[in-house]
């Protein structure tokens, strides 16, 4: 199999490239990661990526294949475009290889304050919802950081320092979605303004690559419905 | 607690280029079969079209709702683009010559419909 992976280590002094690799391996049930591995034990052991779970669940080897963001993971081999052509996500800093510097994603995760504001005193067992309140949270506790919708986002390219991106717009409405939140008006305090929310056209780039199905575009929907409710 | 809100901005013009995408759904094929029923479309057909006052105001309403939805996303297209450290005074200029040209041709609008008698 044939690849064509981005290489940059910005302490060589070096500018990036794009190196050839020619791998003796059998695609069948494998995924990108695995072929990423390969190389690494046989071929080229300088090449740098992130992973951990290896099945789709921690979210660090988030990288562009051939065009798309993907979780390396859980991306099968069979039926790529060869030679499978292997980038870090778009827009973020390089660190190193396909390893990218995640600071400015989690700095507009950060500021969605993604976790529950409840100023009643804690009751004796837990703070309880009924089924119906707890399915409103479907779509939205999911999500697992990857940064693949973010990065695929060219409001995101165009302001990745004030508009917050699909990702952490998804995490902000699961918390103004949540029924135990006390914080929503200042949540939505928070996002009205023309950058951090308004930046979204509404393209649905993070729906086509969100690896965990998730639909950001829609979340960013209701949070502009509830204000346009609060509004009036 | 110090509390750190957004801008309060970007709501009403979303809502305005909504409402204005409505407008124009809405005009454009009513428009449309009352000009192809209206007869063949001579001089006589189109001026009587334009005659009465209620498709005068139909149509002002549309051309200011195709000019503000206009002005709105050439909005969206300056912030989207326009962001390095000295464009605030660019965008500014492009808002207000935008703004001062659409409203020149909304004006022009309103002396072409109501010229017609």
Known sequence: M????????????????VQEYELDFDPKGKKVLDALIAIKDTLDESLSFRRSCREGV????????????VLACVTPLEGLKQPIEIRPLPRLGVIRDL?????????????????????????????????????????????????????????????????LGPAALLQGYRFIADTRDQSTNERLDFLEDPYRLFRCH????????????LNPTAAIGKIKSLLVKRAL | MRHVGGSHRGLDMWLLQRASAIY????????????LTAGPLDYAVWHGLFDSLSMKVAS??????????????????????????????????????F?????????????ILWSVR
């Not at chain 1, 921690?58 to 963001?69: F, H, I, K, R």
């Not at chain 1, 509404?202 to 199905?213: A, L, R, T």
């Open chain 2, 24 to 35: 124009m759904a809405l005009f454009l094929p009513i428009f449309l079969i009352c000009a």
């Open chain 2, 60 to 97: 002002f309403l549309f051309i200011a709702a195709m000019l503000a939805h206009a002005w709105i996303g050439l909005r969206e297209i300056f912030i989207d683009y326009l962001h390095c450290a000295s464009c605030t005074l660019l965008r500014l200029a492009l808002y207000f010559a």
């Open chain 1, 58 to 69: 921690c979210g660090s080897d988030g990288v562009n294949v051939n065009g798309t963001n």
């Open chain 1, 2 to 17: 044939r690849f064509r992976i981005y290489r940059y280590d910005p302490e060589s002094g070096a500018a990036p490239t």
């Open chain 1, 202 to 213: 509404g393209i649905m780039n993070c729906v086509e690559v969100c690896p965990k199905g």
């Open chain 1, 99 to 163: 390893i990218v510097d995640m600071a400015q994603f989690y700095q507009h995760y950060r500021a969605v304050k993604p976790y529950l504001i409840n100023l009643d005193p804690e009751p004796e067992n837990e703070r309880l919802q009924s089924p119906e309140e707890r399915a409103e949270l479907d779509g939205l506790w999911e999500c697992i950081l990857c940064a693949c919708c973010t990065t695929s986002c060219p409001s995101f390219w165009w302001n990745p320092d004030k508009f």
């Open chain 2, 99 to 111: 703004a001062v040209l659409y409203l020149a041709c909304l004006v022009w609008a309103v002396d």
